[in-house]
């Protein structure tokens, strides 16, 4: 006789992998474990760069970060982070809405692995993209005479960044509880944070009023050059 087949639903089968769940759920463990140890090596400073008032604030004093060297230690360990915390919202803006994105293409995985090293390749990127910005602000900085802007101007982006990073991880993160898979609530996170990224160029052109003697027209071209032309750029290759 045969032996009967036993109904699948008594099978004691395991779980299938995820591993791009796996992934952003590790990933997100190591970004938290992060900003720990830097709130416990500088917590001013990390409160100073989640301020989102002074993000906004168009009368601003020096704070801890402005009134700090660009290059230490700590700044660059923030600059890493942040590196990493964007890109892993772009990554997952880029596995879960891969039809608005052509760039998405270019980052694909099919392992919790691949997933880190993918991870680690675009947080290079954007570490060296805001290298570039820094170096970018220094020699326009100076072609325009406006030498004392150049750390004011690079931490306000930063921490313009940082706030947008944790607005969009946020965002993601109700996604994924509330089962929210649209490929348009993901693509949607870029365009609020490219919202972001102009209403703080806005404040940054007014605070650059109240802080320089120079005309308009001079520091509004001062501005595309070191703002609002890069941004198009880097927004028509990420958006289109």
């Not at 990933?27 to 100073?48: G, Q």
């Not at 989640?50 to 230690?73: M, P, T, W, Y």
């Amino acid at each position: 006789l045969e032996r009967p087949v036993q109904s699948s639903m008594f099978e004691n089968s395991t779980r299938q992998a995820d591993f791009f769940r796996d992934f952003v759920i590790l990933a997100s463990f190591i970004l938290i474990a992060l900003l720990v140890v830097l709130f416990r090596i500088n917590p001013r400073l990390t409160f100073d760069y989640l301020n989102v008032l002074k993000l906004f604030s168009v009368q601003e004093r020096d704070d801890a970060i402005v009134a700090g060297r660009i290059g230490s230690s700590v700044n660059l360990f923030f600059f890493g982070f942040i590196s990493f915390l964007f890109s892993l919202i772009l990554i997952i803006i880029f596995y879960l809405a891969p039809d608005r994105i052509p760039l998405a293409g270019n980052f694909i995985f099919y392992s919790t692995l691949q997933g880190f090293l993918v991870w680690l390749v675009l947080s290079v990127l954007v570490f060296i993209i805001l290298v570039t910005k820094l170096m970018l602000i220094t020699a326009f900085a100076l072609l325009f005479s406006l030498r004392s802007a150049v750390r004011f101007q690079f931490f306000s982006f930063i921490r313009l960044l940082f706030v947008t990073s944790m607005l969009m991880g946020g965002l993601a993160l109700l996604y994924f509880i509330f089962r929210s898979y649209s490929s348009a609530l993901y693509y949607n996170l870029l365009v609020l944070c490219s919202v972001f990224v102009l209403a703080g160029t806005f404040f940054l052109f007014l605070k650059l009023l109240t802080r320089t003697a120079f005309p308009i027209f001079h520091l509004f071209s001062y501005l595309c050059a070191t703002e609002i032309i890069p941004l198009m750029i880097l927004g028509k290759v990420v958006l289109f």
